[in-house]
């Protein structure tokens, strides 16, 4: 009865969250008609995701930052839909609330919520026919919850200090036998980065990420000796640019770069406290205007912000035990707080060199990808590439971003790390190994993407995977199948390297 009443609710009532107004309705027959058969139709019939207003130009000047604002509806066309992506900060955050597929919190609360009770001598019991409930019933219980257009605010389970490089928070006899391979490794005079490589694909302990990536991205030498002379020189060299140029963020020449990463870091993992604190937000200022003003070749690109998240966690790591989201990264010694701000720089740097075709200007490296994608899906699957076709789904309109930002905003900050353990191991992990990890994403959610018949849900689908309780388990099988992929379609055209 519970369940009953709830559903009819839903049905009758028109203003509830996520159900548009009868008289304002979006009309989905003009999604079709409005399709953009070229990249540069595409940009040139979208707007800056991040326009702002004069408001938002008043507290900039002021030195205020901006607050993110979640869009109040959807967008009415593909191309507006797409653009959406890059830049709303709903969708930024949509990995983490799931609009397509809330869950409950635990089963008891779905067990609660639909039993009948009824008084029997005096005590307050659970009637006869809800006494007797049995896995299907709750299994139907929870289709009908899924069912319900609400965005629940689910809490971020399986913290990223919780997680080793297996994904279970005790660390058993394998991961410690993992973890002295490691230590052996990175103790030798000069450690054997290939060596590193294999043992690092499969995951890296916790302890030993931050030195591993370090040596990984090629910031670091493999010879030990060398090391720290290597660390003091290259901090040294960063704060060195920021004496040298970070004053000029107010010149006229730089004023829009600043202006841009100034609004954009707010907006970065909006849900996780230690990204909001404001000497975390002037350290990613820092890093980003002093990589835009030395890589004129492309300047600063929305995106780029998610990619220094990775590094900069990995590195506070070495110094937080637990609770990496709600550190107060004040409580640091500032020569720490430097030492995290330098090496976060200096990785995001080599990290971007693999792959700055993809943000130069109208970034050609997505659009090859995104073209690769599609190749590689229709041979992969063809049924969902002939889905895609039937309702008019442009892959440049979900792949862009997955491109762009590596598969970021649509995973957990704890599953990009472990992702990017892979990445850094694999040979051009980023920028060839990435496609193959996307197509098999892709066909991840096959089912779901099957059963969308409307052009507006499968957008809504692929932009909002419902990723939130994926760990590190999750992300394995997933480098499995883009490995196996890798591999079946070795023969696959040479642009796909591109």
Not at 47 to 66: K, M, R
Not at 258 to 265: E, K
Not at 313 to 319: A, G, K, N, P, Y
Not at 325 to 351: G, H, V, Y
Request: glycine share 4%.
């Amino acid at each position: 009865m519970a369940t009953e009443n709830r559903i009819n609710f839903w049905r009758r009532n028109a203003k509830v969250p996520g159900r548009y107004p009868k008289d304002t309705k979006p009309k989905f027959n003009n999604l079709q008609t409005k399709k953009a058969s070229s990249f540069h139709e595409f940009a040139c019939s979208t707007n800056d995701a991040w326009d702002i207003d004069d408001e938002e130009d008043n507290d900039f000047l002021g030195s205020q930052p901006p607050t993110s604002s979640l869009s109040s509806g959807l967008p009415s066309t593909p191309a507006q839909i797409h653009q959406s992506q890059a830049g709303d900060s709903e969708s930024r955050v949509s990995h983490r609330l799931p609009s397509l597929s809330p869950e409950p919190q635990n089963l008891q609360d779905v067990q609660e919520e639909d039993v009948d009770y009824e008084t029997v001598n005096g005590k307050v019991v659970k009637s006869n026919s809800e006494a007797h409930l049995n896995s299907s019933s709750v299994r139907s219980t929870l289709q009908k919850q899924q069912s319900l257009p609400v965005r629940p605010i689910i809490p971020l389970v399986a913290r990223i200090s919780d997680q080793n490089s297996s994904g279970a928070p005790p660390m058993n006899v394998r991961e410690k036998s993992r973890l002295d391979k490691f230590k052996q490794l990175l103790a030798s005079p000069n450690t054997d980065l290939e060596e590193l490589r294999k043992h690092s694909w499969s995951g890296i302990p916790k302890k030993v990420r931050p030195i591993t990536w370090r040596l990984l991205s090629g910031y670091l030498p493999a010879n030990k000796d060398r090391r720290e002379l290597v660390l003091k020189r290259k901090r040294e060299e960063y704060f060195g640019f920021i004496e040298q140029y970070y004053h000029s963020r107010t010149d006229e020449h730089f004023k829009d770069t600043y202006r841009q990463i100034h609004i954009d870091i707010p907006r970065t993992n909006p849900l996780i406290p230690l990204f909001q604190q404001p000497a975390v937000q002037e350290v990613f200022e820092r890093i980003l205007f002093i990589w835009a003003i030395r890589h004129p070749a492309s300047g600063y690109v929305q995106g780029i912000n998610d990619l220094v998240t990775p590094f900069f966690v990995v590195f506070l790591s070495e110094f937080v035990m637990e609770d990496v989201e709600n550190f107060e990264m004040a409580a640091l010694p500032l020569e720490t707080q430097r030492n995290i701000e330098a090496d976060s720089f200096w990785c995001m740097s080599k990290l971007l060199d693999g792959i700055q075709d993809n943000y130069t200007f109208a970034q050609p490296g997505i659009q090859n990808k995104v073209k690769a994608l599609e190749e590689l899906v229709s041979r992969i699957d063809e049924d969902i590439h002939n889905h895609f076709k039937r309702y008019e789904v442009e892959y440049l309109q979900f792949a862009f971003r997955w491109m762009n930002n590596l598969l970021m905003r649509e995973l957990p900050l704890r599953c990009t790390i472990r992702l990017w353990d892979t990445y850094q191991a694999e040979a051009e992990g980023f920028s060839h190994f990435h496609l193959y990890v996307c197509a098999a994403f892709l066909i991840e959610w096959r089912k779901e993407i099957l059963s969308m018949v409307d052009f507006q849900g499968l957008l809504m689908l692929l932009q909002n995977v419902p990723t939130i309780h994926w760990g590190n388990e999750e992300v394995g099988l997933l480098l499995a199948e883009a490995y196996r992929l890798k591999y079946m379609f070795a023969d696959a055209p040479s642009h796909y390297k591109r």
